[in-house]
Nanobody
Framework: QVQLVESGGGLVQPGGSLRLSCAAS????????MGWYRQAPGKQRELVAT???????NYADSVKGRFTISRDNVKNTLFLHMNSLKPEDTALYYC?????????????WGQGTQVTVSS
């Protein structure tokens, strides 16, 4: 079992920045991949960025060049640095962790943190 707790969301003006954090209850070294997803009202949850244990990253086209995913292995924390925020970035942001065990993959989710971009 892995518990994930997100923080750092809030209200920010267009063009502003935020840093989201996701504290994991397990050591990040035991997690195969972590990522950030978001869900806006009336829309499906979508991938924002992922980071594998090997350090590979993947970003949604809509956030490339503006968002950066990173991790602190000592603090078992995943980050999402968000710059040049746009109103369309408004959503509930979720942290995700995936652990592979044999032929199975186990998904864990946080409770989400709200990001609102508005003037």
């Amino acid at each position: 079992q892995v518990q994930l707790v997100e923080s750092g969301g809030g209200l920010v003006q267009p063009g502003g920045s935020l840093r989201l954090s996701c504290a994991a209850s397990a050591t990040i070294f035991s997690i195969n991949a972590m990522g950030w997803y978001r869900q806006a009202p009336g829309k499906q949850r979508e991938l924002v960025a992922t980071l594998t244990s090997g350090g590979s990253t993947n970003y949604a086209d809509s956030v490339k060049g503006r968002f950066t995913i990173s991790r602190d292995n000592v603090k078992n924390t995943l980050f999402l640095h968000m710059n040049s925020l746009k109103p369309e970035d408004t959503a509930l942001y979720y942290c995700n962790a995936v652990i592979y065990a044999g032929d199975s993959a186990y998904d864990y989710w946080g409770q989400g943190t709200q990001v609102t971009v508005s003037s």
